[in-house]
């Protein structure tokens, strides 16, 4: 009884906000005049000074914003976007695209085509991709790197039979992990070191000297803070992560291409090591999402 | 389930050799749990019985160490482990027990901390509760204070302070596993990262020789009980049954049951 009730205001709701759209909508021509957008993230820092970025960008841009931050996992936050609750988020391509029953590739631009294709019948709009990546990185400190001369994953074969290996319990029996660093790499390591996933234990292995090469996620602050060498996955083992605005479909009806062209341009400047850089100072030197997302805005001149 | 079984045992004779092996992580339990309550004995032991010579101070300081029993073990590795890293890295190149500060160093001081407060109660208590009478006839026969305390209420306290040590010993063994959680290269790995890998069969062997050590941390400290303690003090030969029979069975010399 009490749901059907709820069921009933949100109906009111939903008809109500639907005929003010259509009040402002039909009564101004301006380009950034409509429905108010409503910016979501999940329950990480990164996704809140993303978050921060595009609600900024739009709202800089003369567009009407509301931000929704830390609502939880992705179970929670697909679900709302769908329902309307909220209109934009940033998201990342190879989870999002096995989240919603696709395969997942190493290449960035067939993900991305995977992911468009599957969020079309979906009420939702996958715009371009970034170029930063939040995904499996493995990374070596820089008095690591500077001996043995590492800056690709390939380069690890030089010294095989010779470096340590640390990370998530089941390294040793995943195809982005171990297998794949043998299968695709052919790199082989003296031995293998369970830690956690991408977690503080990595950090201490790998600043203690415990390992040689530890797994972590290639946006994570603490490689900008520690000034670790991300290791180029120059034979494609991981499956492409970019980051990738998700905007409800209608919303980006509602207004103009410059919308979307907007959003592409701010996307198109999101780096890893600047997005690491970001989780550095959010993270670690306690900076707010907001006054970080203004600086890199205005830093590209948005 | 026969089945599964069949797997352990094809898991046990293919997963023994090698730094990730079962005898190595075996070995690194035993040292890690030996060293924890062997500590934890050379501070407990002295201040429980000065304690319980004196009957000073011993109810506060039981419960002053049983802080570390009221404290969840899990709760002592995380919040050990941020410490020891930072100490760590402060440490000199070198200096073996530190390293990382991941791993032996967070573990030691959690299972330390669950291994203080049985042997400490039962040492105080043990003390205190010797017969004032014998004491007092040792006092008597011209001993010394510190004599006292090592040629009569030690001795007559033993069964006591040896049980806290086994109970200590056991607990220690039996918790050891969450050392894995900071990278430990314990027996607790094969139960976490078969965890990681829903490998019930890993899972199953690293509990089943958890299991298997604590039986055997018991049982050793029932050989040591009956090594160390006078005869007569001896808590089996006091509780035993069996025993019992038999010794009365000896008196009026009756068959001696099985």
Known sequence: ????????????????????????????????????????????GEQEILGEIFAQALENAGYSVETKFQLGTREVVNPALKSGEIDLIAEYTGTLLTFEGGTSSTDSDQTHDDLVTVLEGQGLTALEYAPAQDKNGFVVTAATASEYGLSNVSDLAGQNGNLVLGGPPECPNREFCLIGLGSVYGLDFASFKPLDVGGPLTVAALDGGEIDVGLLFTSDGVIAAKGYVLLEDDKLLQPAENIVPVIRTSVLDEYDSDLSDLLNDVVAEITTAELSELNKRFGLDAEDADALAKEWLADKGF | MIEFLGDVAVWFTE???GDNGYLMRLWNTIRLSALATLTAAMIAIPTGALLGHYRRFGVSAVAVVNIGRALPSFGIIALALPITIRIASHVPDGVPIFGSGLGFFPAFVALFALALPPIFTNTFTGVREVDPGTVEAARGMGLTEGKILRSVEIPLASPVIIAGLRISAVQVVATSPLAALVAYGGLGRFIVDGFSIQDNVQIFAGALLVALLAILTEMSFGWLERRLVPGPLQLSAQDSPTRKLRRRSREISLPIPP
């Open chain 2, 15 to 17: 997963h023994w050799d």
């Open chain 1, 1 to 44: 009884m009490r749901r059907l009730f709820r069921n009933r205001i949100l109906g009111a709701t939903v008809v109500a906000l639907a005929l003010v759209a259509a009040a402002c909508g039909s009564g101004e021509d301006s380009d950034t005049e409509g429905p108010t957008i409503v910016v979501g993230s999940t329950n990480f």
